[in-house]
């Protein structure tokens, strides 16, 4: 496959998986705005990420602002750590996780070209 077609893809795959998570997210967090008692915690959470180029964490923390529920609110000055702010925190690691899996991995991928 060609480099170009390639990086195309790789694009592609990231605006999809964002369309997804923005679904998802806006819907749940709908569902917690209509509850009566809505069973949420929100919380500051560090996410450790390992991207290198500033692009990229600003292309992080603005995916991560722009899905229903979090709020990237800092980068670290080593750029290491990027806090976000969670409407639902009552699982870090899930956040943490899914953060980096969805978003992080896909954006290095797009950073190594």
């Given at each position: 496959m060609t480099s170009l077609l390639r990086r195309v893809l790789?694009?592609?795959?990231?605006?999809?998986?964002?369309?997804?998570?923005?679904i998802v997210s806006s819907v749940a967090v709908a569902a917690a705005a209509f509850s009566p008692a809505p069973n949420m915690q929100s919380s500051i959470i560090a996410?450790?990420?390992?991207l290198r180029t500033d692009l990229g964490v600003a292309v992080l923390a603005s995916l991560v602002s722009l899905?229903?529920?979090?709020?990237?609110?800092?980068?670290?000055?080593?750029?290491?750590?990027l806090y976000v702010?969670?409407?639902?925190g009552r699982a870090p690691e899930q956040i943490i996780t899914s953060i980096r899996?969805?978003?992080?991995?896909?954006?290095?991928?797009?950073?190594?070209?």
């Open positions: 790789d694009v592609v795959e990231l605006l999809g998986i964002y369309l997804y998570e923005l996410v450790p990420i390992e899905t229903p529920g979090n709020c990237a609110l800092h980068v670290s000055e080593d750029r290491r750590l702010h969670a409407l639902d899996q969805v978003f992080e991995r896909r954006i290095a991928r797009i950073e190594r070209w």
